[in-house]
Nanobody, 121 residues
Framework: QVQLVESGGGLVQAGGSLRLSCVASGRIFSINAINWYRQAPGTQRELVATITSGGRTNYADSVKGRFTISRTNGKNTWTLQMSSLKPEDTAVYYC???????????????WGQGTQVTVSS
């Protein structure tokens, strides 16, 4: 059973920084990509950042240049470094791991429980 646990959220003033972590326990056979999503109250979940198994990264326009997604080599741990935070970054942030399909099972998405990030003005 794979579980994802996010941590690192909290309250920060505008312009500050936070570092979110996502730790996976259990066995994941082949990872396609890791995503960080966020969801503010009354809005749809938004894709913030992606890192592929090959290390390619992609970011939402709203966070480019401010957020950095990375993976700790050799460990099922991923981070989202957030800098120059703005009040509009306030949301619950979720880690999503996409496990590749195999001949025996379809693609599988795993989700963490989320961590709250609040940026005050």
């Amino acid at each position: 059973q794979v579980q994802l646990v996010e941590s690192g959220g909290g309250l920060v003033q505008a312009g500050g920084s936070l570092r979110l972590s996502c730790v996976a326990s259990g066995r994941i056979f082949s990872i396609n990509a890791i995503n960080w999503y966020r969801q503010a109250p009354g809005t749809q979940r938004e894709l913030v950042a992606t890192i592929t198994s090959g290390g390619r990264t992609n970011y939402a326009d709203s966070v480019k240049g401010r957020f950095t997604i990375s993976r700790t080599n050799g460990k099922n741990t991923w981070t989202l470094q957030m800098s120059s935070l703005k009040p509009e970054d306030t949301a619950v942030y979720y880690c999503n791991v996409i496990e590749a399909a195999t001949p025996y099972r379809p693609r599988t998405d795993y989700w963490g429980q989320g961590t709250q990030v609040t940026v005050s003005s």
